[in-house]
């Protein structure tokens, strides 16, 4: 299957949840908890390779995850994405460590869902600012909604929250050995 999607920074997520409902989105998942666990073994040869293997915890389900590199000749972040529901995050986790992988990122998000004609959008929270997340069958579709909310091509942000946020953690430990 392939992943269509595309974040915009946002300022004031109330006020993004408020517009979505007023253009007939309905809300699908409350504002809850998403634990991430991202995997690798001890080369890092998927990351070097633009892939992804995820466990996600949340209150309702945990799945796990492979992401494909994203395609470079996409306007939206657009790759393949293979998903599937595990009974046990935990256990999915012990599993992919006791065959050689290593948690080599976890992170949590605040988020909440909302969707209208096979879009899904996400109000996420992060510790690396809040991000409007469109995910939908085409790209058109998503630029389109992207539009009506009020963001252009200029506002894509394509990067991954692993990227953004293993970023900022980076800066962060630099800092503190340059102040020590």
Request: hydrophobic share 40%; net charge positive.
């Given at each position: 299957m392939q992943e269509i999607e595309i974040k915009f920074a946002l300022k004031d997520t109330k006020?993004?949840?408020?517009?979505?409902l007023e253009e007939g989105f309905r809300?699908?998942?409350q504002r809850h908890v998403e634990t991430n666990y991202l995997f690798d073994d001890g080369s890092g040869a998927l990351r070097?390779?633009?892939?992804l293997l995820r466990v996600r915890h949340t209150p309702s389900k945990h799945t796990i995850t492979y992401k494909g590199p994203i395609l470079a000749t996409s306007k939206l972040k657009q790759r393949e994405e293979i998903e599937c529901?595990?009974?046990d995050a935990e256990t999915?986790?012990?599993?992919?460590?006791?065959?050689?992988?290593?948690?080599?990122?976890?992170?949590?998000?605040?988020?909440?869902?909302?969707?209208?004609?096979?879009?899904?959008?996400s109000v996420d929270e992060?510790?690396?600012?809040?991000?409007?997340e469109i995910e939908g069958p085409s790209e058109e579709e998503i630029?389109?909604?992207?539009?009506?909310?009020?963001?252009?091509?200029?506002?894509?942000?394509?990067?991954?929250?692993?990227?953004?946020?293993?970023?900022?953690?980076?800066a962060g430990e630099?800092?503190?050995?340059e102040s020590s």
């Open positions: 006020a993004a949840e408020v517009r979505l809300l699908t998942a070097s390779l633009g892939r529901r595990v009974g999915m986790i012990r599993i992919l460590q006791g065959v050689g992988f290593k948690v080599r990122m976890q992170y949590s998000k605040h988020r909440t869902v909302f969707q209208k004609d096979g879009l899904s959008v992060t510790e690396v600012g809040d991000y409007l630029i389109t909604l992207g539009a009506a909310l009020g963001y252009s091509e200029q506002d894509f942000v394509r990067r991954t929250y692993a990227d953004l946020i293993g970023e900022q953690r980076r630099a800092n503190g050995r």
